[in-house]
């Protein structure tokens, strides 16, 4: 079984350019998320899907961060314009209708910005 | 203050000793507990939860949870190199999961 796929593994911008994430969630699972890790710190929860739904996108910085989960699928996230802070690394997550509420996540390898 | 804390490290141990990583916490609502392994420039991995006070072992692993306490362990025994590691205790309540900020471990042979 495939896991969770995440693109780019590497980006480097310089600040106030777009960027966009990738993410396609192990197949069948209905939960998406994505997460934020600064350098040292735990993942920081972004936005939540229940299928295409966003239930839980209360820390997500609206004025410069979207995301979208067309058909309930994969998902993209971008952030325009970056600033110097939103270096970190993006992970994806996904988990299936048994394992949302245990908390039971599969994460992708993560997507590294670097921004300039 | 956060509702995760972690013990922060780093903690370097010799090949077979036995490791303590350590988490607490002030939300009495989290429902699940989980520890994930995150090697270097990987994403985390899942190794335990549970749900209950209490011990529960998988292999070299042993998850100890106190509720009353609000405190959750990992023990790791026979430490190997290959459990070099950050360590990410989490909890979770009604779906969503806080994570604390992880303890890197360097197990040397």
């Known amino acids: 079984e495939a896991g969770v796929v995440q693109s780019p593994r590497y980006k480097i911008i310089e600040k106030k350019q777009p960027v966009a994430f990738w993410c396609n969630p192990i197949?069948?699972?209905?939960?998406l998320y994505w997460y934020r890790q600064n350098l040292g710190q735990g993942p920081e929860l972004l936005i939540r899907?229940?299928?295409?739904?966003?239930?839980?996108d209360s820390q997500l910085p609206k004025d410069r961060f979207s995301a979208e989960r067309l058909k309930g699928v994969d998902s993209t996230l971008k952030i325009q314009p970056a600033e110097l802070g939103d270096s970190a690394v993006y992970l994806c997550?996904?988990?299936?209708?048994?394992?949302?509420?245990?908390?039971?996540?599969?994460f992708g390898e993560g997507s590294r910005l670097t921004v300039l | 203050q956060k509702e995760v804390e972690q013990d922060p490290g780093p903690l370097s141990v010799p090949e077979g000793a036995i490791v303590s990583l350590n988490c607490t916490y002030s939300?009495?609502?989290?429902?699940?507990f989980m520890w994930y392994r995150q090697y270097s420039r990987k994403g985390p991995e899942l190794l335990m939860y549970?749900?209950?006070?209490g011990n529960k072992e998988d292999g070299r692993f042993t998850a100890q949870v106190d509720k009353s306490s609000k405190y959750i362990s990992l023990f790791i025994r026979d430490s190997q190199p290959s459990d070099s590691a950050t360590y990410l205790c989490?909890?979770?309540?009604?779906?969503?999961?806080?994570f604390g900020d992880g303890t890197t471990l360097t197990v040397k042979p």
């Open positions: 997550a996904s988990s299936s209708r048994g394992t949302a509420n245990t908390g039971e996540l599969f």
């Open positions: 197949s069948g699972h209905n939960t």
């Open positions: 899907y229940e299928n295409e739904e966003a239930v839980d």
């Open positions: 939300n009495s609502a989290f429902q699940y």
């Open positions: 549970t749900y209950s006070s």
């Open positions: 989490a909890y979770t309540n009604a779906g969503k999961s806080t």
